[in-house]
């Protein structure tokens, strides 16, 4: 089992700012990503909140931060991770793939879009659901689809697909779904992506994980960062935020 | 074998997966990888019945045997081909 100093769950704007912090103070870093690096932005054709760099692309500010982080020296696999445990020496962090040994953890694994329920799932029937009207919503030009929910990412996935479709309907996550929708848009929140957590670190009644600005948890030597923690702003930003302090307690940690 | 690679410019998981596209397309020169911008290719995207993209689509003989949505890396692509 190959061993690091800090083993990072996660690749998004959080973990690949912790990874960058942790190379630099000598750490020997291990970055896990189920997907690709870049996590929720990568949706985001135009960003207007990164400062420094106005109207990039989350593609291309992920790309860009992910070459930082190899350049400067973190390691990275593909991997899901579905279970992480103490042993004498520290942590053993199980992926589907493999498994790697880490002296301190840091959980950045983000969150995912609330899925419609199975009894809205019958009413769809065969027709798609998107979970990203920027993504996907192209592909209905001139077309009746419906979105599913009332919050502010909703608002903004109507507001963009009133341009491209012939009609844009708009209903909460218990009624029906019209009959002439071709195309079902979901945007009822987001859930955090801590199943592989539950019995080893506090999470709150959600699912995040339970931490303050010092993005330590219940167990000493794992951290979180980002969009997983309990916090009041999820932006880019404070994934950052997060991943410097978290790297930083992390360093602390090793001594 | 061919693969066709949906796609379109300003979607964000197509930028990220074409690294990803470009790394197997050396690793397996006997596989043909069409790329298809849907804003241009609207007719291919509806006969294919691409509901989101990106969206990879492997043909034998012309016939479609597996179809991917969404971005993944290598190793996952490489698992996919290899069960075809």
């Known amino acids: 089992m190959k061993k690091y100093d800090i083993?990072?769950?996660g690749a998004g704007i959080a973990g690949m700012t912790a990874a960058i912090y942790a190379v630099r103070a000598g750490k020997k870093v291990l970055v896990l990503e189920e997907r690709v690096q870049g996590g929720q932005i990568i949706n985001t054709i135009n960003i207007e909140n990164w400062p420094g760099d106005l109207g990039v692309s989350?593609?291309?500010?992920?790309?860009?931060?992910?070459?930082?982080?190899?350049?400067?020296?973190?390691?990275?696999?593909f991997d899901k991770v579905i279970k992480?445990?103490?042993?004498?020496?520290?942590?053993?962090?199980?992926?589907?793939?493999d498994s790697y040994k880490a002296s301190a953890v840091i959980?950045?694994?983000?969150?995912?879009?609330?899925?419609?329920?199975?009894?809205?799932?019958?009413?769809?029937?065969?027709?798609?659901?998107?979970?990203?009207?920027?993504?996907?919503?192209?592909?209905?030009?001139?077309?009746?689809?419906?979105?599913?929910?009332h919050g502010n990412s909703a608002e903004h996935e109507i507001k963009y697909l009133k341009g491209i479709c012939s009609e844009v309907y708009n209903i909460h996550?218990?009624?029906?779904?019209?009959?002439?929708?071709?195309?079902?848009?979901?945007?009822?929140?987001?859930?955090?992506?801590?199943?592989?957590?539950?019995?080893?670190v506090e999470l709150d009644e959600k699912g995040?994980?339970?931490?303050?600005?010092?993005?330590?948890?219940?167990?000493?030597?794992?951290?979180?960062?980002?969009d997983v923690r309990t916090k009041n702003l999820r932006q880019l930003v404070t994934a950052a935020s997060d991943g410097s302090i978290a790297a930083t307690n992390a360093i602390e940690y090793l001594g | 074998m061919e693969l066709l690679d949906f796609y379109a410019d300003w979607c964000g998981p197509c930028q990220m997966l074409k690294p990803t596209l470009e790394e197997f397309e050396k690793a397996h020169p006997e596989l043909k990888i069409t790329r298809v911008n849907i804003d241009e290719e609207e007719e291919l995207a509806e006969k294919y019945g691409v509901s989101g993209i990106p969206c990879l689509v492997f043909l034998k003989d012309g016939e479609e045997v597996a179809r991917k949505v969404g971005v993944m890396p290598l190793k996952k692509l490489e698992k996919v081909y290899e069960k075809i």
């Open chain 1, 173 to 200: 996550h218990d009624d029906p779904i019209p009959a002439d929708a071709e195309a079902i848009f979901v945007a009822i929140g987001r859930l955090p992506l801590t199943d592989y957590l539950k019995g080893f």
């Open chain 1, 208 to 226: 995040y994980v339970i931490s303050d600005e010092d993005c330590k948890t219940s167990v000493p030597g794992v951290f979180v960062a980002g």
């Open chain 1, 107 to 149: 959980i950045a694994s983000g969150t995912e879009p609330r899925k419609l329920s199975d009894e809205m799932m019958k009413d769809v029937g065969k027709r798609p659901v998107s979970y990203c009207a920027t993504c996907d919503g192209a592909l209905y030009k001139g077309k009746k689809v419906v979105v599913v929910g």
């Open chain 1, 84 to 97: 992480i445990s103490v042993d004498d020496e520290g942590f053993v962090v199980d992926g589907e793939d």
């Open chain 1, 58 to 77: 989350g593609a291309d500010l992920s790309q860009k931060i992910y070459a930082q982080m190899v350049e400067l020296g973190a390691e990275v696999e």
């Open chain 1, 7 to 9: 083993v990072i769950v």
